[in-house]
Nanobody
Framework: QVQLVESGGGLVQAGGSLRLSCAAS????????MGWFRRAPGKEREFVAR????????YYADSVKARFTISRDNAKNTVYLQMNSLKLEDTAVYYC??????????WGQGTQVTVSS
């Protein structure tokens, strides 16, 4: 059974930082593309970042580029999202996802990130 478990969310002031983690189990982690998505209140889910198998290829939404960094540790079956210079509009539930070619097959339950002024 595949499980993706996010952690690291919380309340942070604007301009601050958080690091999200997603621990995966039940799948050959190093063979999966991993990604982060988010859903803000009243909005649809949106793509944030993804990272390919070896970690050498990353891609970001324009809204987070240069502020967020996705990384992975295949030995620990974990993907991370380092979020810096957080803005009010980054407030959302953040979801980890995994897939063979795109991160869209398996999903975590989400972790809440709230940015306050």
């Amino acid at each position: 059974q595949v499980q993706l478990v996010e952690s690291g969310g919380g309340l942070v002031q604007a301009g601050g930082s958080l690091r999200l983690s997603c621990a995966a189990s039940g799948l050959p982690f190093s063979r999966y593309v991993m990604g982060w998505f988010r859903r803000a209140p009243g909005k649809e889910r949106e793509f944030v970042a993804r990272i390919k198998w070896s970690g050498g290829s990353t891609y970001y939404a324009d809204s987070v580029k240069a502020r967020f960094t996705i990384s992975r540790d295949n030995a620990k079956n974990t993907v991370y999202l380092q979020m810096n210079s957080l803005k009010l509009e980054d407030t959302a539930v953040y979801y980890c996802a995994a897939g063979i070619t795109n991160p869209d097959r398996y999903w975590g339950q989400g972790t809440q990130v709230t940015v306050s002024s």
